[in-house]
């Protein structure tokens, strides 16, 4: 009797169980058709299409399919280029960042100073004006630079004013504990800081750096302006304007963007689930 | 024989407001010392200044030989500082074993990075010294798959590893499950009885009674009463004594 009993409980968990799962599967599969569902609708209002309804003809948006194909590899080339600023940008950033965070948490004035100064600069004037001020008004002052190397200059200066934020939440998420813990085996703060704080609060900021970056690869874009890289943005830009076929040329770099953020977003998802599982 | 630990009219001020006034001190080696006290009475600031995770505010600390000045403003200081907490191994209350490393890794931390010894010197240490905590089949497990308990000893074994001559407990019982103290007791109970010099700060009348060679009672910042255990807690001389005696045998303690 008590058996059966028994039996009859952990099964009705497990059917509650099986429930949630159904209901989580088909809330998924819903999300899933409708996403084909919105991407179809796209695709037809620029698939050229025409149809009467009664007195009216309507006519989805027709593209020039040739310009398309014989453009796609020249604007592809430029995803190279945008990877390399980004990737550049985001270690100049993340340096930066984490010497403007170790600043925010001196207690030594003139550090504290000059991250909080650099914080605000930076975050109080465009990334815009900022690319422009390296590319075109350093040479005034007799300092060339590439646009490259006035690209990712801005852009990691700007994100690491912006990722500072994310690494002083990390710092400071490591528990006055563990540096007393690290103060009582006799480590000095040097050691304390690499050896016990540093590893933790990395591991707390990397998902964010993640996000940031994902935003860079297309902020990268603005770099575009200086004429000079050759990355997704200026060639479509330039192959659109020459043949007045911007229509084509911006989708086609949207798509190629948009490709790009898919990818490191599932990447990103990949390595934020590692690092939860290891969760230690 | 001089003492290990000499505390010399120790002063404390957080603020304005006045923790520690004028204690002194002395603990001879291989003797186990119970601070007891209300909360906020003082005892675990005091047991904090003698590493100087606090800093007192004025008197004379002095570990094994070394003697720091709180009001010593010399270079030399942060030497001798580095020297006492060489001298001395901490157990915290919430354990604060490092999450990012496994038992191993945590116990051997100290002796390679502080005192620059071989890894595998450290690790043969570390290895008796968590089989004598009971710990060493948990060696490569990160601390987060352990219980309150076993990160307790693990943390008592990191102390250990590092040879000090003093150990300071501070409440090491007091976030535990009731049901996990126990081997956290018997732990410490093992580590007194190979004749470590200990200060324990505790809640932990039984522990008190049955290991501890003396029992020092603090209130509002100053030491009451000092006595043997069963001299203490049968004859009590000052009446806040009696009171917090009575107070843990309400609290079934």
Redesign the interface.
């Known amino acids: 009797m008590a058996l059966t009993e028994k039996h009859e409980s952990t099964s009705h968990a497990e059917q509650l169980y099986q429930a949630q799962l159904r209901r989580d599967r088909i809330f998924r599969a819903n999300v899933g058709v409708s996403w084909a569902v919105l991407f179809l609708i796209l695709i037809f209002l620029f698939s050229g299409q025409k149809f009467e309804l009664g007195d009216f003809t309507f006519k989805t948006i027709s593209l020039n399919t040739s310009f398309i194909v014989k453009n796609l590899w020249f604007i592809a080339q430029g995803l190279g280029q945008t990877l390399l600023i980004s990737s550049l940008s985001i270690l100049f950033a993340m340096t930066l960042a984490l010497f403007a965070a170790l600043g925010r948490l001196s207690a030594f004035p003139p550090f504290y100073a000059v991250s909080t100064f650099y914080v605000s600069l930076i975050r109080g004037t465009p990334l815009y004006l900022q690319i422009f001020f390296f590319f075109l008004a350093l040479p005034q002052l007799g300092i060339v630079l590439s646009g490259l190397v006035s690209g990712v200059l801005a852009l990691g200066l700007n994100y690491g004013a912006y990722m500072s934020e994310t690494f002083r939440a990390g710092l400071s998420s490591v528990?006055k504990?563990?540096r007393?813990?690290?103060?009582?085996?006799?480590?000095?703060p040097g050691?304390t800081m690499r050896?016990?704080v540093l590893?933790?609060a990395l591991?707390f900021a990397i998902p964010p750096m993640g996000n940031d970056f994902i935003s860079m690869t297309k902020d990268s874009a603005l770099v575009s302006a200086t004429g000079f890289v050759h990355e997704l943005m200026w060639r479509a830009v330039k192959v659109g304007r020459a043949q007045f076929n911007n229509l084509e040329a911006l989708i086609i770099a949207a798509i190629f963007y948009w490709m790009m953020t898919l990818i490191l977003t599932y990447i990103q998802g990949k390595i934020e689930t590692h690092l939860a599982k290891?969760?230690? | 024989m001089p003492p290990i630990v000499k505390i010399t009219n120790l002063d404390k001020y957080f603020g304005r407001l006045h923790v520690l006034k004028s204690v002194s001190l002395d603990v001879p080696e291989r003797q186990v010392v119970c601070l007891i006290g209300r909360s906020g009475s003082g005892k675990s600031t005091l047991l904090r200044c003698i590493?100087f995770?606090e800093e007192p505010s004025r008197g004379i600390i002095e570990v094994g030989g070394i003697q720091v000045d709180a009001e010593d403003k010399s270079k030399e200081r942060r030497q001798l500082v580095?020297n006492v907490?060489?001298t001395?191994?901490?157990v915290?209350q919430?354990f604060?074993?490092?999450?990012?490393m496994t038992v191993l890794e945590n116990v051997i931390?100290?002796p390679v990075?502080?005192?620059g010894m071989e890894r595998s010197q450290a690790i043969e240490l570390a290895r008796q010294n968590l089989e004598n905590v009971g710990m060493l089949f948990k060696a490569d497990e990160?601390?987060?798959?352990l219980s309150g308990g076993q990160k307790q000893r693990v943390a008592i074994a990191?102390?250990l590893t590092?040879q000090p001559r003093v150990m300071l407990f501070d409440e090491p019982t007091s976030a535990l499950d009731p049901e996990l103290i126990g081997e956290v007791l018997s732990v410490m109970k093992k580590v007194a009885y190979e004749g470590m010099t200990m200060i324990v700060v505790t809640h932990e009348m039984g522990f008190a009674r049955e290991v501890a060679d003396r029992v020092v009672v603090m209130s509002e910042g100053k030491l009451i009463e000092d006595a043997a255990p069963e001299e203490l807690f049968s004859h009590p001389k000052d009446p806040r004594t009696q009171a917090l005696i009575d107070r843990y045998r309400s609290e079934g303690a």
């Open positions: 528990g504990g563990q007393e813990a690290a103060m009582a085996l006799g480590m000095t050691q050896r016990v590893p933790q591991r290891g969760d230690r | 590493n995770l580095h907490r060489l001395t191994g901490m915290f919430e604060n074993l490092f999450p990012h931390e100290g990075t502080v005192k990160y601390p987060l798959r990191r102390a590092m």
